[in-house]
């Protein structure tokens, strides 16, 4: 087959209807350029919640949760080894908060190849006093350097800087708690702990994630900090933070963890269930969204191809006449179809690309998001890819049946016709 | 031998029509064309010229019967063996031009050489060129068929349907929707072909002149030749 002398008959075609051609093809490049729009929107407020979960969530968290023992004693005994048994009113055993043996762990973790750092952490519920006012909040002592790497917490420090926290005796508010009891950047903070030891505490600095119930109970200071306020030793850690490289295998990481240290642990995805849902909710949206402006589109193909043959009968007697197979015709009107198909396609993409270019610099200030302030975008390629790819199947797919039609005139019909 | 002199040749060749009864068309005929011969088929309108044209076109399929073209069997082959039997071995002169409206006439009369792909774009540009001046409408090449009178557009058809060399060529009343003076042009034209080049030509016409004037007159009636 001559694909030259095709595409040129076709070119040919084309040229002679190129108002209805470009409309044809202005369809697609709409619904290219709104899927891609779209679907890049979507993705940038997917991958900013995620942000906004994972800069609070570790990959891997281990720690020493609350619960009974596993084996208990009655397990141990031969004479009921293969009895069923009951035992009533297990309560949970007191292991103490801290990670056992936590400065070796930290150790192995921070040489293993496949974790970006490991954070260590204190974390413990608190009174805040300020005059007669009691608020109970959490206090969080953390290691100013890791815990920036990881989870970026200076961007959500509004007044003050996380280095100040070096300092002795220095905490950084959450901006709920500060507004509650009137506190500002330099006063002074009491803080009770469980066992009802009073510390005070200078303030240095506030901070404000976005999320009240956050804001209104949590702070922030050293490892040391925390340590001496309630009366525990240097190795007293409560949490071990682990970020990963590749944090798809988190899962597993977390369950080999779990096994070697013989430890709690939780990664990130167990942890948010509900963002992995809103996520794929929302991706499927915009897929639909695009799929039917691109159905819509095809219409449009099928429709001008359509009319095309109804016009161009003549043409397509006389060709059959002289030689061009049934085959040849379709082709012809395959090839109309994807030229239409992928110019409107590639314009779609340009669009597409312009109008994201366009929404990623319009303003959008919210005070629950300090970090992010225009709309956001993601630029991937994937995206691009899967629009042409798009374009050119529905394209296809509304030329098949007008291109299957003209194959199928019958020259004899027309020319005795006339 | 006499056996490869044969460009067509017909057994038993019958068609039916179905809408809105089933009827006869063509009724068993058993034609053969000779090479070089200029035919005129003749006949009253609904005799069934034109039906016997277009199955002898290789465009009609539906017959009983068998088609010879150049001593090979036909019938019974594949739409796309036929478009190529059609596009190197017979030229199509119809009553209507059927050009090409979005091509000049060099490219209308080019198309089926470049489809056959038997020469070079460049070769068929040179070969188109000849038969155009043959047909006196070599200053018309870069014209679009638009700009053509009806007499011009139907000799750029002839020069279209001459540009594979073919075995035959095949008339549908080439003349039928021309005035006295271009068709007589135009037959002069296939008469000049006939003499000079030997080209075998069969024509379909209901004009008596016209038929008078070739070599051969096969008069059909209800579907049979009778002469």
């Known amino acids: 087959m001559n694909f030259k002398l095709i595409l040129n008959i076709a070119f040919h075609l084309l040229k002679a209807r190129l108002k209805q051609t470009i409309v044809a093809a202005v369809g697609v490049t709409f619904g290219i350029a709104m899927f891609i729009t779209l679907i890049s929107f979507m993705g940038g407020l997917n991958e900013m919640l995620d942000g906004l979960m994972l800069n609070r969530t570790p990959h891997i968290l281990l720690y020493n949760e609350v619960k009974p023992s596993e084996n208990q004693p009655l397990s141990l005994s031969e004479e009921y080894k293969n009895h069923t048994k009951f035992i009533h009113s297990i309560k949970p055993k007191d292991r103490g908060k801290s990670v056992y043996n936590s400065q070796s762990i930290i150790k192995v973790l921070k040489q293993d190849k496949r974790i970006i750092d490991v954070a260590p952490k204190v974390t413990a519920s608190v009174l805040f006093n300020s005059g007669t006012i009691e608020i109970s909040g959490f206090v969080n002592g953390i290691d100013m350097l890791a815990e920036d790497k990881l989870f970026k917490i200076s961007d959500y420090i509004t007044e003050g800087k996380i280095a100040d926290l070096a300092q002795n005796n220095s905490v950084i508010i959450g901006i709920g708690l500060a507004n509650k009891m009137l506190l500002s950047k330099g006063d002074i903070i009491k803080i009770t702990t469980s066992n009802g030891d009073l510390t005070p505490l200078k303030i240095v600095g506030i901070s404000e994630i976005g999320i009240a119930e956050i804001d209104n109970v949590m702070s922030y200071t050293s490892l040391a900090t925390a340590q001496k306020i309630l009366g525990q030793p240097k190795s007293y850690i409560t949490d071990i933070q682990v970020n990963l490289y590749d944090k798809e295998s988190a899962v597993e990481l977390a369950k080999e963890f779990r096994k070697e240290f013989n430890i709690d642990t939780i990664d990130y995805q167990t942890a948010n269930a509900q963002f992995e849902t809103g996520s794929t909710v929302r991706s499927i949206i915009s897929y639909s969204v695009g799929i039917v402006l691109l159905i819509v589109a095809g219409f449009g193909i099928y429709n001008i191809l359509n009319m095309m043959i109804y016009e161009k009968m003549d043409s397509i007697a006389i060709l059959k006449a002289t030689g061009f197979s049934g085959s040849d015709v379709k082709w012809i009107f395959i090839s109309l179809s994807i030229i239409i198909g992928l110019t409107g396609g590639i314009f779609g993409l340009l669009f597409g690309f312009i109008f994201s270019n366009i929404i990623d610099v319009i303003p959008f200030e919210t005070t629950s998001l300090p970090t992010v302030k225009t709309y956001p975008i993601v630029y991937n390629i994937i995206y691009y890819i899967i629009g042409i790819v798009f374009a050119f199947c529905t394209t296809i797919i509304a030329g098949l049946f007008p291109a299957l039609k003209a194959s199928k005139v019958d020259p004899v019909e027309i020319i005795r016709g006339k | ?227």
């Open chain 2, 1 to 227: 031998m006499e056996e490869n002199n044969k460009v067509i040749e017909t057994i038993g060749l019958s068609k039916y029509f179905y809408d809105p009864i089933k009827f006869q068309v063509i009724k068993e005929v058993d034609l053969s064309i000779n090479h070089g011969e200029f035919v005129a088929i003749e006949g009253k309108s609904g005799s069934g010229k034109s039906t016997l044209l277009y199955l002898l076109s290789t465009m009609d399929t539906d017959y009983e019967g068998q088609l010879f073209i150049h001593n090979e069997l036909v019938t019974g082959q594949g739409d796309a063996q036929l478009a190529k039997i059609r596009n190197e071995k017979i030229g199509f002169v119809f009553q209507f031009h059927y050009l090409l409206l979005e091509y000049n006439v060099l490219k209308n009369v080019m198309l089926p050489g470049l489809k056959f792909g038997k020469y070079s774009e460049k070769e068929l540009e040179q070969r188109a060129m000849d038969h155009l001046k043959t047909l006196g409408m070599d200053t018309h090449a870069l014209k679009m068929p638009n700009q053509l009178s009806g007499g011009e557009k139907q000799r750029v058809a002839i020069a279209r349907a001459l540009i594979n060399d073919p075995l035959i060529i095949m008339g549908d009343e080439p003349t039928g929707n021309l005035d006295k003076k271009n068709g007589d042009l135009v037959f002069d034209i296939f008469k000049k072909l006939a003499k000079e080049f030997n080209q075998t030509i069969l024509v379909v016409t209901h004009d008596i002149d016209f038929a008078k004037r070739t070599d051969r007159i096969i008069t059909m009636e209800d579907g049979r030749i009778i002469s």
